[in-house]
């Protein structure tokens, strides 16, 4: 159990490469994180319009995990919190939803390495008291110019919302994606590993699951 001025959690740790080194991996959960927990690729309420993982794991490294948990503490001073659609995505369902829409604007290319893929960053959006979402003006996974910042098709009162997520999360320490109002991510995310499948605590990806372009039965990314 770690323990930080913010909350409490549990983590896992595994070598890293054969090396004496350690990657620590938080599970986002309650109560230990004050957020409602939906992982929309468990679900078929995603792009795809089915299931990626097989289990909703929330995972995120511990670095994130603690920026997550200062985004939670400043929406809470507004009487917000966060809904949670997606953070740790081990390489295996990058490649699943590259496979379905390659579309370099939203997703990145599994040959480079998503930082989904890396634990440190967390698709959300805020609710209000009544566990509302506030009006942002498109649904999470919307791949349509009306997803990005500064959108002029958006209107006045989604933007304001925008803005306030935008404003407590890189409060919190987080950058944005200009693409899609609900994507964050650390900075110099490329500096963290990719976690594979196999990596995690329990499994949440299908058997059989490629981890390399169509028709790869398990090739490792770079």
Not at 93 to 112: C, M, S, Y
Not at 161 to 174: D, K, S, V
Not at 198 to 217: C, I, K, T, Y
Request: with cysteine.
């Amino acid at each position: 159990m770690i323990r930080s001025s913010h909350v409490s959690f549990i983590v896992y740790l595994w070598p890293e490469n054969q090396q004496e080194q350690y990657m620590t991996l938080v599970e986002i959960r309650k109560p230990d994180f004050d957020v409602e927990i939906e992982i929309a690729y468990a679900t078929p309420d995603n792009f795809t319009g089915a299931p990626v993982y097989a289990r909703p794991g929330c995972y995120l490294h511990e670095k994130a995990a603690s920026a997550l948990a200062e985004a939670i503490r400043l929406a809470g001073i507004l009487d917000l919190r966060f809904r949670v659609f997606d953070a740790l995505r081990p390489t295996e369902a990058q490649w699943a939803l590259w496979h379905h829409t390659p579309d370099p604007e939203f997703l990145a290319d599994p040959t480079r390495g998503s930082p989904h893929s890396r634990g440190v960053a967390v698709d959300l959006t805020l609710i209000d008291t009544a566990g509302n979402d506030l009006d942002m003006g498109t649904g999470f996974d919307a791949f349509t110019p009306l997803s990005h910042h500064g959108n002029p098709g958006v209107d006045a009162g989604a933007q304001r919302n925008r803005h306030l997520l935008m404003g407590i999360m890189t409060t919190a320490g987080w950058d944005f994606y200009r693409n899609e109002w609900w994507h964050y991510q650390l900075f110099n995310s490329r500096d963290y590993d990719l976690v594979q499948d196999a990596d995690l605590p329990e499994p949440m990806m299908p058997p059989g699951a490629a981890n390399g372009p169509a028709g790869s039965s398990g090739g490792t990314q770079t």
